[in-house]
């Protein structure tokens, strides 16, 4: 039992930048992607290539148990009507039997009438010799759609329940990884539940960010930034636990907040090489060809410190730019390094981050144009943002919000059928991963990290953020 919490409890950025690879490894041979089936209370699986959704789990008392589902059903469509077959292709997305089942859930549920909520499932149920085909009838309890203010609430307000209840009495939400882990993930999660507004959650909301300013104020900088510092302080964490402190504050921060984000904001500074690349804490990575998401994350960082008083250092920010304009892809998004033909298939989040830094800082309005194109025209791709998907999941509909609502608003139907599955019966949020790479997202405990995500996507509306208001 010992080292098995070892084992969890190594250095995020360590597993991230390798033992993640795996994953990718894994789903590009074609692999199964298993997943919640929402409001039905059971999780399901489809292989690439062929239509089915094969049952994997029934939750006790949930829908899918009640019609008589079982382990090992095959649902092959509705109302006799096949699903389409489930494909790997990143700009697939959805598309398939999870959205075909997503957005007929989210319907079929939301009907007033009792008698409209029967969902028609055709099912393949193995037995000896040929699995027979039945036809199932699952009656729905009553949910808004998530397309509609009411349903929208409803998740929104059980993803935040979950936080709450699962927050630590320190003001700290504990990933399956270290100490960098735990910052990234209670970063976000308290920015998610800055953007509800809730008097409820002021004093929850205060705790969480004065562990997050940590020991003596400085976040857990070392007096030497280009020291790799506790868990080897990831760079993820700095520039999360820069948003959140200004989102805290709103941009006005007492001395003491002022302080402590100066200070990250200047470690970022120095752990910047001089060809202006980054690793994920203070060696450049990949033997010196650098990690464009820390760019453009410390971008997004910098612009939110000027947003609380602290200057940009121009010359930083510059010579950073400058490897992202080197790595903007033709179709708008920004690759992994500046090399060519490297590939956007994992862009969301390095392209959202981007565009919001400079949206926020109010400069280079083409490249924000051009970031927030590639956002809305790949939309598919969002949830493939190399290893932390979810930090795409979160970023990309704050700059959609902020630049073209109409392109925010074919994100949310793009994502109907994730939202949809995600909830439960019951209303537990479930994570759904990507189709390739989603080993980061594992690291910094997938249960919270959903609960963030269905808030930042569904929230922009209300700007409280600053990520969401021009």
Sequence with gaps: MMTRHLALRMPCNWIIGGISMLFLAATSLGAAEEFPLGILGARGKATPGENPIEITSVKENSPAQQAGLKTGDRITGLANRPFPPHSNRVDDGGNGPQRVLGEALDEIAAQQDEAARNIVLNVQRPGEGEPATIEVTCPLP???????????????????????KTCLPQGYWNAPVGLTGDRVLTAWATVALQSLGEADDRELLERCRTWLRGPEGRSWVPDDALQKGPDNLGNWALTASVVALVEGCQGQPSAEEQRTIQVICDALRQRMNEAGRFGHDVTTGYSGKGFNVINTLAHLAWAMGERAGVPIDEASWNLSLEQIRQSVDPNGGIRYWTMKNTGTADASLRTSSMALGLAIAEQEDGLVETFSNYLDQHAARTREAHAVGSLGMILAPAMLWRNDRAAYQRFLQEWRWYLSLMQDHQGQITYIGGKRNNGGDSYLGTDRIACVIAIMLLSPSDERLILFRK
Excluded: C, D, F, P
């Design 142 to 164: 009553y949910r808004a759609s998530v397309l509609e203010a009411q349903g929208r609430q409803e998740l929104i307000g059980q993803a935040a329940e979950h936080l709450r």
